[in-house]
C-alpha cells in the first residue's frame, strides 16, 4: 500500500526533519503562551473576585476621588450622599495591601461594625468586632495560613488586635483578608477622617425603570451633591480599581513580551528552515508549485508551531494558574479556573503569533527564483 | 502544418546588466512527440536555454511560444510547468524527508487530485520504473540509478507533453546511464512525448533523432 502525502503531512515532515530546533521553538510559544493563560488569567480571576466581593454584599455604586488606591475622601462626605433620595446606605471603607508577616500579606479592610458589608459574612466561629477596639475578623484562609483562631492576637502595623471571629466570605479576596473597625484602619494608616471610598446600596428602582438606568441616575445625583468625586458602578469599579489595573497591566506586559519572544523564535526558525531549503523550494517550483503554494506550505509549518505551541502553553499556563491558586502568597486573589473564551482567545494568538511569525518567511520562499534556488549550494 | 509544440524566437539571456550573455539570439523549433539533444560545451547556455522552454525562467529578450502561444509570466509559467513539463535533472533533486512513492505524489499537490488518486498514480509510475519493492524508501537508501528513475516518475506524475531532462545520467555510471536513456526513449516513444535532454556525452546525442549544438549562447549551424 502505497503511502498518501497530504499537503499537512508534507509540513509535518518538513518541521519534524529539525526535531531539536522545532521543540525548542515550541517551548518559547508554550512559555509565551504559558505566560498569558496564566498571568492574564490570574489578573482576570483577580477583577472577577472583586465583582463579586460587590455583589456578594448587594454594593450597586461605589464613591471614590479619583484614583481608587490613592483616593482619600472626607468620612464627613458621607452624610450628603446618604442625602441622596435614591441611596439606602453608605459606608465609608478604608482598604490596603499590608504586611501582616514577613511571609504573608493581606488585603485589610476598615469597616464601622454597623456595615451591612458584614452582613454577608458567615462567621465559622467568634463575633464581629466592636468599633473603638483593637479587634478583629480574619478570613479562614487567612485564618488557616497564620494558623489564628478567635481569641487570638496579630500584631498589625505595632498595634496588637485580638482576633473576635473567622469568617467565610464567599470571595477569595474576602476570605484571605482582615477587617477592622474603621476607626482603628484610620489610626495605623495615619487617615484620620479620610476613607478611600463609599459603598453603596441603593434603594430599589421605582417600578417600570431599568436597573441599569436607575444606577446612572444614582451616579448623577451623587456627583450633583458631592462634587469632585465619582460614582462607578459596581461592575467598572471592580475592573478599573487600581489593584485589578496594577495586575491587568503586569500581566499583559510580561505576557506581550513572552509571546514576542516566542514570535521571534517561531520566526527565526521559519527564516532557517527557508533559508535550508532553498533548493528544494526551487525544485518545487519546478515541479509547477505556484508562489501561493510554498506560502501556504510555510505558513501551514508555522501556524502549527503556533498552534502545537498555544496547547502545550494552555496546559502550562493551567498549571501556573492552579501553583498561584495553591500558594499562600497568592491564594486569596487567584482562582485556578480559566474561562473558555481566555481559553479560546489564547489560542487565537497563538494561531496569529504562528501567522504572523512566518510571514516574511513565507513571501521570501516565494518569491525565490527558481533556477537560482535549484542552482543554491 | 502544425504549429511547434516548443518555439523559441531569438531568445536572449543577459545577466549582470548585460555584461554576461548567456543567450545571444537563439532561434529554434522542436515538433510535438520530437526527441531532441542540445549539447555544447561548459557554459555554452544548454541548461539556460532548457530553463527557458521549460518557463523556468524569463528570457532578457525575444519570447517561447508553446503550441503557438507565447508563455506568460508568473502563475501562467507555473501553470505551464505543472500540466505541461516534467523536469528531470543530473542531480535528482528528491526531497529527502519523502519517501520515493511520496517523492512522486509532491509534484501532483500543485494540482487539484485527490490524495487517493495521487497515491495510486505514484505508486503505478514507479512500478513503471521497476520500482514496486523500492516506493517506501528514502531516497538515501536508494542507488543513483533509482533516484534518477523515481525524478523520472516524478516529471511524469502530472501527465506533461514534454519532458525537459538537464543531464539525466551526469551522475550515474555506465549501466545506469544507458538504463535511464533506454527509459527516457520508451517512455517518448510509447506516449508520444515530446523529450527534450540536455547532455555533454555525444554518445548519448547521437542516439537522438535531432541534436542541436549550442556554443556561446548561439545555435551552430
Same mark, same amino acid.
Given at each position: 500500500m502505497a503511502a498518501q502525502l497530504s499537503f499537512t503531512g508534507f509540513a509535518w515532515k518538513n518541521l519534524w526533519r529539525r526535531r531539536l530546533r522545532t521543540l525548542l521553538t515550541l517551548g518559547g510559544i508554550t512559555m509565551g503562551i504559558g505566560a498569558f493563560v496564566a498571568l492574564v488569567g490570574f489578573s482576570r480571576a483577580f477583577e472577577h473576585e472583586w465583582l463579586r466581593l460587590y455583589t456578594n454584599a448587594g454594593t450597586d455604586i461605589a464613591v471614590v476621588e479619583?484614583?481608587?488606591?490613592?483616593t482619600s475622601l472626607n468620612q464627613s462626605l458621607g452624610t450628603k450622599i446618604r442625602a441622596v !433620595? #435614591?441611596?439606602e446606605r453608605a459606608e465609608p471603607m478604608i482598604f490596603n495591601l499590608i504586611d501582616l508577616t514577613p511571609d504573608v500579606n493581606a488585603l485589610v479592610y476598615g469597616w #464601622?461594625? !454597623?456595615?451591612?458589608?458584614?452582613? !454577608?459574612l458567615t462567621y465559622l466561629s467568634g463575633r464581629r468586632f466592636a468599633d473603638g477596639k483593637p479587634e478583629i475578623i480574619v478570613g479562614n484562609l487567612l485564618a488557616d495560613d497564620l494558623k489564628k483562631k478567635a481569641g487570638d492576637t496579630l500584631s498589625i502595623q505595632g498595634v496588637v488586635f485580638t482576633v473576635t471571629g473567622v469568617f467565610h466570605g464567599g470571595t477569595a479576596l474576602e476570605d484571605g483578608a482582615v477587617i477592622m473597625p474603621l476607626d482603628q484602619m484610620q489610626a495605623i494608616s495615619s487617615? #484620620?477622617?479620610?476613607?478611600t471610598a463609599f459603598h453603596v446600596k441603593l434603594r430599589p428602582p421605582p417600578s417600570g425603570e431599568s436597573y441599569d438606568n436607575y444606577v446612572k441616575r444614582a451616579e448623577r445625583a451623587i456627583e450633583a451633591a458631592v462634587p469632585g468625586v465619582h460614582a462607578d458602578p459596581a461592575a467598572d469599579r471592580a475592573a478599573n480599581n487600581g489593584l485589578v489595573s496594577l495586575a491587568h497591566s503586569v500581566a499583559w506586559g510580561t505576557s506581550a513580551i513572552a509571546l514576542l519572544i516566542g514570535i521571534l523564535g517561531i520566526a527565526n526558525t521559519m527564516a532557517m528552515s527557508v533559508f535550508e531549503r532553498t533548493r528544494e523550494i526551487g525544485v518545487l517550483r519546478a515541479l509547477g508549485w505556484k508562489g501561493s503554494h510554498v506560502i501556504l506550505l510555510i505558513l501551514t509549518e508555522a501556524t502549527a508551531l503556533g498552534l502545537v505551541g498555544g496547547l502545550f502553553g494552555i496546559a502550562a499556563g493551567w498549571g501556573g494558574l492552579r501553583l498561584l491558586a495553591a500558594l499562600p502568597q497568592t491564594a486569596s486573589v487567584a482562582s485556578a479556573s480559566v474561562s473558555p473564551v481566555h481559553l479560546v482567545e489564547s489560542l487565537l494568538i497563538a494561531i496569529a503569533s504562528g501567522v504572523f511569525a512566518g510571514a516574511y518567511p513565507a513571501w521570501r520562499g516565494a518569491h525565490l527564483s527558481p533556477v537560482e534556488a535549484l542552482r543554491y549550494e | 502544418m502544425n504549429s511547434p509544440i516548443l518555439e523559441a524566437r531569438n531568445l536572449v539571456k543577459s545577466y549582470d546588466d548585460g555584461r554576461? &550573455?548567456? @543567450?545571444?539570439g537563439v532561434d529554434t523549433a522542436i515538433q510535438a512527440g520530437e526527441y531532441v539533444a542540445i549539447t555544447g560545451p561548459s557554459g555554452s547556455g544548454k541548461s539556460t536555454l532548457l530553463h527557458m522552454l521549460g518557463g523556468l525562467d524569463s528570457p532578457s529578450e525575444g519570447k517561447v511560444l508553446f503550441r503557438g502561444s507565447p508563455l506568460g509570466n508568473g502563475a501562467d509559467l507555473d501553470r505551464f510547468r505543472s500540466q505541461q513539463v516534467g523536469f528531470i535533472f543530473q542531480a535528482f533533486h +528528491? @526531497?529527502?524527508? +519523502?519517501?520515493a512513492v511520496e517523492n512522486v505524489q509532491v509534484a501532483m +499537490?500543485?494540482?487539484? &487530485?485527490?490524495g487517493n488518486h495521487r497515491a495510486q498514480r505514484a505508486a503505478a509510475l514507479l512500478e513503471e520504473m521497476g520500482l514496486k519493492e523500492r516506493m517506501n524508501h528514502y531516497p538515501n537508501e536508494l542507488s543513483a540509478g533509482e533516484r534518477q528513475r523515481v525524478a523520472i516518475a516524478r516529471a511524469l506524475a502530472n501527465d506533461p507533453a514534454i519532458l525537459l531532462a538537464d543531464?539525466?545520467?551526469?551522475? +550515474?555510471?555506465s549501466v545506469n546511464s544507458a538504463h535511464i536513456m533506454e527509459i527516457l526513449r520508451g517512455i517518448q516513444q510509447q506516449r508520444g512525448m515530446t523529450l527534450v535532454i540536455v547532455t555533454h556525452e555525444l554518445e548519448i546525442a547521437s542516439r537522438a533523432p535531432r541534436h542541436i549544438r549550442i556554443r556561446d549562447g548561439r545555435i551552430e549551424a
Open positions: 479619583t484614583n481608587f488606591l490613592n !433620595s #435614591e441611596v #464601622e461594625a !454597623s456595615s451591612y458589608e458584614l452582613d !454577608s487617615m #484620620e477622617g479620610k476613607v | 554576461v &550573455q548567456a @543567450l545571444r +528528491l @526531497l529527502p524527508t +519523502l519517501r +499537490l500543485a494540482v487539484r &487530485q485527490s543531464e539525466p545520467t551526469g551522475n +550515474l555510471d
